[in-house]
């Protein structure tokens, strides 16, 4: 594996989760601190192997949360778990290759995503054919892999990043499996269609007029009667 790095900005995410603990309901959250020294004993990893799921997400610009590590791996690459365990202990060794293990120093999660595994919508590519940069998984790559896997996280996952990255995620779809188009077309109308209704977006070229009037709404006939009332109240006085 290639060294995979978590910038500062990545980090604070962790930092965000950690203070909001309490709120997510006794979850075990991980800080900036745990989630560095988990990749520190993770590069130390060499192999086949890339950095998928919700940190590729983060790393892809959708700023969300996610407490565990999931890893892409080669079927050639039949000794990582060996490599491993010195700092990771084994949760789950299972006979299709999805394994799940534990950081032992912080208890982060570490799950390893086999190559050709079966998913909802298609197997699971390789990290050859995902591709991947620096550790992480190729954007087509982390797309492939959420259309193959279909759940309604993954869709929510594809719609933010598309949101973040448009035009780099419009020109993926020849790359995809043709049966994965539709649904990724779907998906990225769904990113535009939000982006067009996000009340919190201005459109491109909008230049607040301070210097205009105020327009203030009429007052509804209930309140010019309330009003009306307390005048006469106060006249009578």
Request: aromatic content about 6%; charged content about 30%.
């Amino acid at each position: 594996m290639e060294e995979a790095i978590l910038t500062p900005a990545e980090l604070q995410i962790f930092a965000f989760g950690k203070g909001m603990e309490m709120a997510l309901g006794g979850m075990q959250v991980h800080g900036p601190e745990e989630m560095a020294k988990t990749f520190e004993d993770l590069r130390k990893v060499q192999g086949s192997a890339l950095i998928i799921g919700g940190l590729a997400v983060i790393h892809y610009g959708y700023q969300r949360y996610t407490h565990d590590i999931d890893i892409l791996y080669a079927n050639a690459d039949g000794n990582i778990l060996q490599r491993l365990k010195a700092d990771f202990s084994i949760v789950v060794k299972a006979q299709s290759g999805w394994h799940e293990l534990k950081h032992r120093k912080t208890g982060v999660r570490l799950e390893l995503i086999p190559e050709g595994g079966l998913g909802t919508y298609g197997l699971i590519p390789g990290p050859k054919t995902a591709g991947g940069e620096g550790g992480f998984i190729s954007l087509l790559g982390l797309v492939w892999l959420k259309l193959v896997s279909g759940r309604s996280k993954d869709n929510a996952d594809i719609v933010e990043v598309a949101k973040a990255r448009p035009g780099e995620l419009d020109a993926l779809s020849d790359k995809l499996p043709e049966e994965l188009r539709g649904r990724f077309a779907g998906l990225l109308a769904q990113a535009e269609k939000e982006k067009r209704n996000d009340p919190g977006r201005m459109p491109d070229g909008f230049v607040e007029d301070t210097d205009a009037e105020r327009v203030s709404e009429a007052p509804a006939r209930y309140a010019k009667k309330k009003r009306a009332a307390r005048t006469k109240r106060t006249a009578a006085k």
